[in-house]
């Protein structure tokens, strides 16, 4: 099974919509990271979470990490049309050494 | 079974040395990538290929050369290794082409250092 459960798997909304996707990890999390790709193009950085309840925003996307839940979820606000693509999260944990562990992605489709 | 694997999972090595990483995946997937994550924990992406032809081929050092036997393997060779070259570097295989998302697969990474 998949160590960081990411959800949904694909999401589609209307232009305007705020949406969330969540990043569920099995095994404490000592850093977590939220990408996005563009279609074509390589994951692009969004932002990085490391401490319990850190908050962070870029633009119209904040994502907030859950330490005790071993959770984080991303939120974007009036979504737009430029904010289609892939979001992964990825996260550092560690049973004895330390350990990257990915998502498997959520793919967003935003209808103008 | 390891969905997607590379080996070696740590390669300490000098500079001026030429290695090879290995991934392979045992998922049917069409499309293999290598990342490169920097000291921010940044990931990069560095090749792509499909069905074991190239189509994402980002700037790097021409050093560096990915090789694809089939569709199932994806080896990355790098030539004359120098210290900025230390990073982790993570496979991952997908489904499909690098424009829709059927999921990645992430590969457990291979910690490179150059001394």
């Known amino acids: 099974s998949q160590e960081l459960e990411q959800s949904p798997q694909s999401l589609i909304v209307q232009e305007g919509k705020n949406l969330t996707i969540n990043c569920t990890s099995s095994?404490?999390?000592?850093?977590l990271y939220w990408y996005k790709q563009k279609y074509g193009e390589g994951l692009i950085f969004l932002m990085m979470?490391?401490?319990?309840?850190e908050e962070k925003s870029h633009e119209k996307i904040t994502a907030k990490l859950d330490e005790k839940k071993q959770q984080s979820s991303l939120h974007i606000t009036a979504s737009q049309p430029s904010h289609a693509g892939i979001y992964l999260c990825?996260?550092?944990?560690?049973?004895?050494?330390?350990?990257?562990?990915f998502g498997t992605g959520t793919r967003l489709k935003v209808l103008a | 079974d390891t969905a997607v694997s590379q080996t070696p999972k740590y390669l300490v090595t000098q500079m001026g040395n030429d290695k090879s990483i290995k991934c392979e995946q045992n998922?049917?997937?069409?499309?293999m990538y290598w990342y490169k994550q920097d000291s921010k924990k940044f990931l990069k992406i560095m090749f792509s290929?499909?069905?074991?032809?190239?189509?994402i081929n980002e700037t790097v050092p021409n050093r560096f050369s990915p090789k694809s036997p089939d569709k199932a393997h994806l080896n990355l060779h790098i030539n004359s290794l120098e210290l900025g070259d230390s990073a982790v570097y993570f496979c991952?295989?997908?489904?499909?082409?690098?424009?829709?998302?059927?999921?990645?697969?992430f590969g457990s990474g291979t910690r490179l250092t150059v001394v």
């Open positions: 991952a295989s997908s489904q499909g082409d690098p424009r829709g998302n059927y999921g990645y697969t």
């Open positions: 095994k404490t999390l000592y850093g």
């Open positions: 979470l490391q401490k319990g309840g």
């Open positions: 990825g996260a550092v944990t560690t049973s004895g050494t330390y350990k990257y562990i």
């Open positions: 998922l049917g997937h069409d499309t």
């Open positions: 290929y499909n069905n074991k032809e190239l189509i």
